[in-house]
């Protein structure tokens, strides 16, 4: 079975500084990952994912991740953070041949002006 | 591209009545998903179709909790006997199947009072 750590549950950072969110994923089997981000009040809007290939994914607004199988990491970066990036941040894993996406608990990004 | 929709946005009902929610999928994915959502947490699956086959159910919460897709289009989630736990919001999501990324409705919130 699949487990994703997302070991910030907040991250307080001013504008404009890089921020950078940590997940780390467990799995005995090759996965697909994903970083999404919920608004408050709404649903969740996929940010990046990685299926293959280049281990540095970029998504939109800014963002982007690297996939790191030593380390079983799938960390969320981005080099200059808006006041419009407040929100929550999930980071999701499922098996290349399953169906079922798994997500950390979130990290709350708060950017202070 | 009208993206997953999901009624009613927000249900307010008294413990121990029925409640049922509807997801319309985005229109050619035939993968549709519920999870379900409580504060400070990430999505926790509860159930997967596939067209209008029911093929992941264990982690619906309790026997009160069913999900239909009688055609494989829509969806609902019903649940009885409503207590205040299931107090939550409750997401629908569908998905291709490739590179198993899915996307997310705006969510249903229900408040058990």
């Known amino acids: 079975a699949q487990s994703v750590t997302q070991l910030d549950s907040q991250v307080p950072v001013f504008e404009e500084a890089p921020v950078e969110l940590r997940c780390n994923y467990s799995s005995s089997v090759s996965v697909y990952l994903f970083w999404y981000v919920q608004y408050p009040n709404q649903g969740l809007q996929l940010l990046l994912k990685?299926?293959?290939?280049?281990?540095l994914v970029k998504g939109i607004n800014g963002f982007e991740a690297e996939f790191n199988k030593s380390q079983t990491s799938f960390h969320l970066r981005k080099p200059s953070v808006h006041i419009s990036d407040t929100a929550e941040y999930f980071c999701?894993?499922?098996?290349?041949?399953?169906?079922?996406?798994?997500f950390g608990a979130g990290t709350r990004l708060f950017v202070k002006a | 591209d009208t993206g997953v929709s999901q009624n009613p946005r927000h249900k307010i009902t008294k413990r121990g009545q029925n409640v049922t929610f509807r997801c319309d999928p985005i229109s050619e994915h035939n993968r549709l998903y519920w999870y379900r959502q409580t504060l400070g947490q990430g999505p926790e699956f509860l159930t997967y179709?596939?067209?209008?086959?029911?093929?992941?159910k264990s982690r619906l919460l309790s026997d009160r909790f069913s999900a239909e897709r009688p055609k494989g289009s829509f969806s609902t989630l019903e649940i009885q006997r409503t207590e205040q736990g299931d107090s939550a919001m409750y997401l629908c999501?569908?998905?291709?199947?490739?590179?198993?990324?899915?996307?997310f409705g705006e969510g249903s919130w229900l408040t058990v009072v």
């Open positions: 990685y299926l293959s290939g280049s281990t």
């Open positions: 999501a569908s998905s291709s199947g490739q590179g198993n990324t899915i996307y």
């Open positions: 179709f596939q067209n209008e086959a029911q093929l992941e």
């Open positions: 999701a894993v499922t098996n290349t041949g399953g169906f079922k996406t798994i």
